[in-house]
């Protein structure tokens, strides 16, 4: 099987382009990724003298993955891309995290790190590095996080000293870096966040630099960056997509070369940090999902126990019921259907809306794709992680004893998904920034934009009669919305920031349950119209969309009251005072 898309003519059907890369992704995942997931949790990535070991498919996922076009698939032609939309790489990728979420982490990051070079770096850097990052031969990483500062980049302190030939001298720490070091790429390209001799303090001082692990030589060599790989983070899940500790300049030969602007680097970094958290988002509901159908199937296979008779009581003689029949395994396994699609339809509507940014025909349009993006990126990222691990945990609980035993793969699931509430910013994080920053962006723009949408929504679920108490429901939640925040932005007014921050991620798990139940809504709207003009799947498949969205605005909206009661409480009960009791 040749999963080559690169031949395709660059003049050919878009629609047809995009269906074939879904279909080499497809061909590659169930051949490549798949059948090594097990064994990769099994066998993780190790560390041994300086070196990093991983899994051999890691060097087939990136040399196949540069092959076809995986990694420089959103690049213009001319720097050997295929100008993907980032929702049509979305869509392939989902399919790569839910075969294997051990593997696609190491493309994404080189992809990701060849950006940053593509958008921000002279053209040297872009001749050196970028053609052989693009084909999978070297790989990339983002270096943000140091052993002192955690979260906070503004107290890291890896130093960058001019050199007289215009490189820089790199020395220091990183942890926890994704992909850092393997036993298969000929090199690993850094991108380091750094601060030159006095620079400013604060993040308006960090400034981005490429630190190769090997530097290219003049002859077309390489010689070894003086980067140091400390050691390789033992994991609770992904564990063959490892996680290494680096180290800068120990023997003060790590060579760095400038990324845009000094100061500027952050900046830079958080240009991509958009399109990170969508992956994040997508791949927790790729892991959710693959859990979901592996407890699908258990449920459909596995005899156990008796319907109950009109009388209370269970007959011995009669034939033994699949556990899909029993009401409590159906509720688990709407509740993770619920999630999986309504997350993943949220993950879509964000890389919808970067990929409008890009092409929008005004500034106000650009401006209003701009603020939408923002405003759901935080929850594109967290439910999906948050909800995610609830729902694998569900699926866990479908199949009982099992569950908990390796010879089942929820349990590996189970710990695979725990780390997305973590990636690239925490939930509280992320509770923050959507609290503190995004609901009041330009004075509140931003979210009236996105009530805008979903009101377009609410007409066209209102003139269904069908969907008319969802659209009523859906309604009523927007006015709780507006008296919750009612109560808690005079709180932002009065500069008692503490106070009105305090409960940001209680107002995230709220906000998250609204937009998922739009997505819902969005989806009954489809679902409903599709079916009435006879859609091209059959009739069960919208019936079956329409019954989660019921079952979501049965059991998962109406947690948004007990959560709005919490958020409108007046106690302070988290904020630390003088002489409280210990924790």
Request: aromatic letters at 10%; a negative charge.
């Amino acid at each position: 099987m040749d999963y080559e898309f690169q031949y395709l003519n660059k003049q050919s059907d878009f629609y047809v382009k995009e269906l074939t890369v879904i279909w080499c992704v497809k061909e590659f995942a169930d051949r490549e990724m798949f059948p090594f997931f097990k064994e990769m949790d099994e066998n993780p990535a190790y560390h041994k003298d300086g070196k990093v070991f991983v899994h051999e498919q890691v060097k087939t996922m990136m040399y196949k993955g540069g092959e076809m076009g995986l990694i420089s698939a959103p690049f213009d032609y001319e720097m050997g891309g295929l100008q993907i939309p980032l929702m049509t790489q979305t869509a392939a990728y989902y399919i790569l995290d839910a075969a294997n979420n051990h593997l696609p982490g190491y493309p994404a990051l080189t992809q990701g790190a060849a950006e940053l070079i593509i958008h921000f770096g002279n053209e040297a850097l872009k001749e050196t590095y970028v053609g052989h990052m693009l084909s999978g031969v070297w790989g990339g990483t983002m270096c943000l996080t140091e052993p002192q500062a955690g979260s906070s980049l503004s107290d890291i302190v890896t130093k960058a000293t001019p050199a007289d030939d215009g490189s820089y001298n790199i020395s220091g720490q990183k942890i926890f870096i994704s992909g850092g070091d393997n036993n298969f790429t000929e090199n690993v390209v850094h991108l380091v966040l750094a601060r030159i001799e006095g620079a400013p303090k604060g993040t308006k001082g960090i400034s981005l630099f490429v630190v190769p692990k090997n530097r290219p030589t003049a002859d077309g060599g390489l010689e070894w960056n003086d980067v140091t790989t400390v050691a390789d983070f033992q994991k609770l899940g992904q564990r063959g997509y490892c996680t290494t500790h680096l180290g800068f300049g120990d023997k003060e030969d790590c060579k760095g070369w400038l990324v845009g602007e000094p100061h500027k680097g952050l900046h830079y970094m958080f240009l991509m940090m958009n399109a990170a958290r969508i992956a994040v988002g997508r791949g927790a509901s790729a892991i959710a999902s693959a859990a979901y159908y592996a407890s699908l199937a258990y449920a459909n296979e596995r005899p156990q126990g008796r319907k109950l008779s009109a009388d209370g009581k269970k007959n011995p003689d009669e034939q033994q019921s699949l556990i899909i029949e029993h009401p409590d395994v159906r509720r688990m396994l709407l509740m993770q259907k619920s999630v999986v699609e309504g997350s993943m339809s949220l993950v879509l509507l964000a890389a919808k809306y970067y990929d409008l940014i890009e092409t929008a025909e005004s500034a106000e349009e650009k401006e209003k794709y701009h603020l939408l993006l923002e405003m759901i990126i935080p929850i594109v990222k967290t439910y999906p992680s948050e909800a995610g691990l609830q729902a694998v945990n569900n699926g866990l609980q479908t199949l009982g004893g099992y569950g908990f035993c390796a010879d089942y793969i929820l349990q590996q699931y189970l710990r695979d998904i725990r780390i997305s509430s973590i990636y690239e910013g925490t939930t509280g994080i992320q509770s923050q920034d959507l609290l503190g920053r995004k609901v009041p962006m330009n004075n509140g723009k931003a979210l009236e934009l996105l009530t805008g949408e979903i009101m377009k929504t609410l007409t066209a679920a209102s003139q269904i009669q069908s969907l008319q108490p969802y659209a009523k429901t859906l309604g009523d939640k927007l006015k709780l919305t507006e008296k919750v925040l009612g109560h808690l932005m005079p709180f932002a007014m009065q500069g008692n920031y503490e106070r009105f921050l305090a409960d940001a991620s209680v107002f995230m798990e709220y906000l998250s349950l609204v937009l998922i139940g739009w997505t819902w809504l969005d989806l009954g709207v489809n679902a409903t119209k599709s079916k009435e003009n006879g859609g091209s799947y059959s009739p069960d498949f919208y019936d079956s969309k329409l019954h989660t969205m019921k079952y979501f605005y049965t059991y998962e909206l109406p947690k948004t009251s007990g959560l709005a009661e919490i958020l409108l409480n007046t106690e302070n009960i988290t904020i630390k005072k003088e002489n409280e009791p210990i924790v």
